[in-house]
T-cell receptor, first 113, second 110 residues
C-alpha cells in the first residue's frame, strides 16, 4: 500500500537521551515535514524538506535535528536539548507546488520518563 | 497574528443537526485551502479541498471567500461518526508551506 510509515508508534525516553523517529514514504513525494502536536493544540512545524539533502527549520526547530539522505526517508532526532519533548509527532509529505494536499503518517507518541 | 484562526469550540450538536465552522486566514496570497478531520489520538486526514466556487461532498459543503479571507465547512444531517476535530489548512504563497488552525471540536450527541 502507498503511504507514510512512522515508527515507533510509542516511545519512552529517559531524560538526557537522544531518540530518533523514523519516517518513510513511498508516495514519491518531494516534500516531507515533521510536526509536533501537544494536547488540545494545533500542529507546529519542526522541520521540512523539499528536496533530498536540503531541509529548513520550522517554527520550533530547537532541540531537534533531521536528515534527508533519500527521497523516501526523513528521520527526526529529538535531542536532549529539547526540554519538553513529550508530544505527538506527525510526519507528512506532499507533492511540491500549489494545489497539492499534505498526507500524514499515523504518528509517534513520545513520552519522557 | 496567527496564519490561521479557528473557533476551538467545542460544538455539541444533536444527531441530524446542521453545523457550520468558519476559519480565517491572514495571508491574502494563500494558494490552497483544505479541511482535514482528526480523530482522537490519530493523524489528520483530508476531508475536502476548498475552491472559490465552493464544493460539496455528500453532507459536507466547503466554501472560500477570498475577499474576506475565510473558509467555511457546513455539515448537514450530523451523524455520530462526524464527532472529531476539524482542522482548517491554508497554504502559503507558493503552496509548499501548510498552515494549520488549532481545530474545532465537534461532538454529535444521540
Amino acid at each position: 500500500d502507498g503511504g507514510i510509515t512512522q515508527s515507533p508508534k510509542y516511545l519512552f525516553r529517559k531524560e538526557g537521551q537522544n531518540v530518533t523517529l523514523s519516517c518513510e514514504q513511498n508516495l514519491n513525494h518531494d516534500a516531507m515535514y515533521w510536526y509536533r502536536q501537544d494536547p488540545g493544540q494545533g500542529l507546529r512545524l519542526i522541520y521540512y524538506s523539499q528536496i533530498v539533502n536540503d531541509f529548513q527549520k520550522g517554527d520550533i526547530a530547537e532541540g531537534y535535528s533531521v536528515s534527508r539522505e533519500k527521497k523516501e526517508s526523513f528521520p527526526l532526532t529529538v535531542t536532549s536539548a529539547q526540554k519538553n519533548p513529550t508530544a505527538f509527532y506527525l510526519c507528512a509529505s506532499s507533492v511540491t507546488g500549489a494545489g497539492n494536499t499534505i498526507y500524514f503518517g499515523e504518528g509517534s507518541w513520545l513520552t519522557v520518563v | 497574528r496567527k496564519e490561521v484562526e479557528q473557533d476551538p469550540g467545542p460544538f455539541n450538536v444533536p444527531e441530524g443537526a446542521t453545523v457550520a465552522f468558519n476559519c480565517t486566514y491572514s495571508n491574502s496570497a494563500s494558494q490552497s485551502f483544505f479541511w482535514y478531520r482528526q480523530d482522537c489520538r490519530k493523524e489528520p486526514k483530508l476531508l475536502m479541498s476548498v475552491y472559490s466556487s465552493g464544493n460539496e461532498d455528500g453532507r459536507f459543503t466547503a466554501q472560500l471567500n477570498r475577499a474576506s479571507q475565510y473558509i467555511s465547512l457546513l455539515i448537514r444531517d450530523s451523524k455520530l461518526s462526524d464527532s472529531a476535530t476539524y482542522l482548517c489548512v491554508v497554504t502559503g504563497n507558493t503552496g509548499n508551506q501548510f498552515y494549520f488552525g488549532t481545530g474545532t471540536s465537534l461532538t454529535v450527541i444521540p
